[in-house]
């Protein structure tokens, strides 16, 4: 394993990677282009909800690459990039069998999301988000659920339209796996291999 951290430290492959979330959170906006023209100033910032959780990925690219860290775009761009992207697989999936096919954009979407999850985990050794992070970015995944799903700003993915209330569950039990998840993979980890240190240290005491 030692050799992927290697790899996802390397200032060139940071470079490429902040390329491509930018690039892909510069499309994400677009792609929302007609829902945000018809959605009030109020609730614009929780519509586009990919985008933005790309958007936090690409921040804490950019810091990282500079070695700093940003513990609250941390525990944003890993609770989100895992939840909207592993929402989008399910939800594109869904409208596959009811629908028996998808266009080359949903085949596309589907490689996209995919990704973005498992950029999210795949960088949870070099975040360094507290509880007070995660606290925070819970409160905001959450209140995006209510945005999406209480006053209907959520995405429309046709078909699926007539089944908001079950989305509307999954969504909101995906969220609490994302940040149980994140909780798991960096609050826990740091605390027990901090543990472990100590307890080695003392062995040689």
């Known amino acids: 394993m030692n050799w992927i951290y290697t790899i ?5 492959f940071l470079i490429l990677l902040f390329i491509i979330n930018l690039v892909g959170t510069i499309y994400g906006y677009f792609w929302y282009e007609g829902q945000l023209s018809r959605t009030p100033a109020i609730f614009l910032p929780f519509v586009p909800d990919s985008p933005t959780a790309s958007l936090f990925f690409t921040i804490f690219l950019a810091f990282y690459i500079f070695g700093r860290q940003v513990p609250y775009i941390e525990a944003l761009a890993m609770v989100t990039l895992f939840k909207y992207g592993i929402w989008a697989v399910v939800m594109n999936l869904l409208t596959l069998m009811m629908n028996g096919s998808l266009s080359p954009q949903a085949y596309m979407l589907i490689a996209s999301h995919g990704a973005m999850a498992v950029q999210g985990i795949l960088y949870a050794p070099f975040y360094r988000f507290k509880l007070r992070h995660l606290v925070f ?4 995944t959450i209140h995006n659920d209510m945005i999406d799903y209480v006053f209907e700003m959520m995405p429309h993915y046709g078909a699926l339209d007539q089944y908001m209330n079950e989305i509307g569950y999954f969504t909101f039990w995906l969220s609490v796996v994302s940040l149980g998840l994140a909780y798991l993979l960096v609050i826990k980890e740091k605390v027990t291999f901090k543990y472990e240190q100590s307890t080695t240290l003392n062995l040689f005491e």
Do not use: Y
Not at 8 to 12: E, I, M, V
Not at 137 to 140: D, R, Y
């Open 8 to 12: 996802l430290r390397n200032r060139s």
């Open 137 to 140: 970015a819970g409160l905001w």
